[in-house]
């Protein structure tokens, strides 16, 4: 098993609420085959794997709050306990060794929500994201988009406000306004928060060009969330970020895009509106080498453009990330004059 002492004590969003039905899921989370399945008590994570004869109770169903295996029908209940073998029916001889691997799983924001190390309630809450529950916004969950890079990398994207004027010329920036205002980023308690990055575009391709700030926090090692405002006429844009890990070099992300505006306009028009943004990244995302995220500061260069995703490398080497995380440090080249 080759799973991150960070991550496993973290919330990582697994799959949107919306498409886990009926039938169970399986989803690969760091390395690991993980089957998730609903009940009339909620949503439910366990090891894809029947103690049994190590069949995948994904290709299983769901009945009475149980989960059933394929293979010779084992049935599991909510709390992993083998509650049935039909190969002999009396409920005694079920062996007490007969139980499913099971992690904490909860649906919040319409996403599923999943952490391996179920026993440590001293950790981090699911990453706040009050826009969901206010009325004043309507929220979009975007397309989940699969990339084939590290998933610390492709959080960094998203933290990087100058890329935008280059990979999304004439949709969220302008090559023609590449600068970056001088601006900071403060630990505030739980995370990161940068001041407001003012970025002038034409950011919808109108042709009207507007001045957006934007404001990134980084809450977690693999979520992330942005504001955007335009204060000539007081839209927001909100962007709750998070990534699954699926393994070392692919990534899933989610993404939810809440606007105070434009509540009639059908969310179709966002959702195709952040595909597009992320197909740009990910022609980029997958190109970047190392693979891995470098932590080290000494490896690549930073610009004061770069303190966001300085202090998202400062931070993940504090925690200890390592999945994901280059960490080897890359000695500089040294000239002799
Ligand atoms: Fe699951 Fe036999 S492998 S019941
Ligand atoms: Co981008």
Request: hydrophobic fraction near 40%; glycine fraction near 4%; aromatic fraction near 12%.
């Amino acid at each position: 098993m080759n799973q991150d002492p960070v991550l496993v004590k973290d919330w990582l969003a697994a799959a949107y609420a919306h498409d886990l039905k009926g039938n169970p899921l399986q989803v690969t989370i760091l390395n690991e085959r993980i089957v998730l399945f609903r009940t009339r008590g909620g949503v439910h994570a366990f090891k894809d794997l029947c103690i049994h004869r190590g069949a995948a109770l994904s290709l299983g169903k769901v009945e009475d709050d149980c989960i059933v295996c394929p293979y010779h029908g084992w049935k599991y209940d909510a709390e992993g306990e083998c509650v049935k073998i039909p190969q002999q029916p009396a409920r005694q001889s079920i062996p007490p060794k007969a139980k499913a691997v099971v992690y904490a799983c909860i649906e919040k924001y319409g996403v599923i929500w999943v952490k391996f190390d179920a026993a440590s309630s001293q950790d981090p809450p699911v990453p706040f994201y009050g826009e969901f529950d206010d009325p004043s916004f309507q929220t979009v969950h975007a397309e989940p988009y699969l990339l084939h890079a590290a998933a610390p990398r492709v959080v960094e994207n998203f933290l990087d406000a100058s890329h935008l004027a280059f990979v999304h010329d004439g949709l969220l920036g302008d090559s023609n306004y590449p600068e970056i205002p001088d601006y900071s980023v403060s630990w505030e308690g739980d995370r990161y928060v940068s001041d407001e990055i003012a970025i002038y575009a034409d950011a919808d391709g109108s042709g009207q060009y507007a001045t957006i700030y934007y404001t990134f926090e980084i809450l977690r090692p693999l979520t992330a969330r942005l504001k955007k405002v335009n204060y000539a006429n007081n839209q927001v844009l909100s962007m709750l970020f998070t990534v699954l890990p699926h393994e070392e070099r692919k990534t899933t992300v989610f993404a939810l895009v809440s606007r105070n505006y434009a509540l009639d306009q059908p969310d179709e028009y966002f959702r195709e509106f952040q595909k597009r943004v992320i197909e740009q990244d990910a022609a980029i995302v997958e190109s970047q080498r190392p693979e891995e995220l470098p932590l080290d500061l000494q490896a690549e260069l930073h610009l004061k453009a770069d303190r966001v995703s300085i202090a998202y490398r400062r931070w993940l080497k504090e925690l200890g990330v390592t999945y994901g995380s280059d960490v080897s440090v890359v000695s500089q080249p040294s000239f002799n004059p």
